[in-house]
Nanobody, 121 residues
Framework: QVQLVESGGGLVRPGGSLSLSCAAS????????AGWYRQAPGKERELVAS????????NYADSVKGRFTISTDHSKKTVYLQMTKIEPEDPAVYYC??????????????WGQGTQVTVSS
């Protein structure tokens, strides 16, 4: 069973930067697709960044485009979300999702437990 563990959340000032990590553990052979979602209180979970084809293609929500970057380190089986120019609208619980293949070759689709990002001046 593949588990995802997120880290890197915390308190940041507006305009600051934060880097989130999502480490996959278990019999991971490859991470093919990944996404970072966020959910603020009273709001639905939204997709903010995604990568496909092992990270060769990325997409971003308009609200974070140019500020957030998703990347995958296949050797570490870790997905990252680099957040810059953080805005007051960014605080939320951030979740990662990863899809790929395990050893032996079966598909997995796993979610992390979430990490809180708080913005305060």
């Amino acid at each position: 069973q593949v588990q995802l563990v997120e880290s890197g959340g915390g308190l940041v000032r507006p305009g600051g930067s934060l880097s989130l990590s999502c480490a996959a553990s278990g019999p991971v052979f490859s991470i093919n697709d990944a996404g970072w979602y966020r959910q603020a209180p009273g709001k639905e979970r939204e997709l903010v960044a995604s990568s496909t084809r092992g990270g060769a293609s990325t997409n971003y929500a308009d609200s974070v485009k140019g500020r957030f970057t998703i990347s995958t380190d296949h050797s570490k089986k870790t997905v990252y979300l680099q957040m810059t120019k953080i805005e007051p609208e960014d605080p939320a619980v951030y979740y990662c999702n990863a899809q790929g293949m395990t050893r032996p070759l079966t598909e997995f689709d796993s979610w992390g437990q979430g990490t809180q990002v708080t913005v305060s001046s």
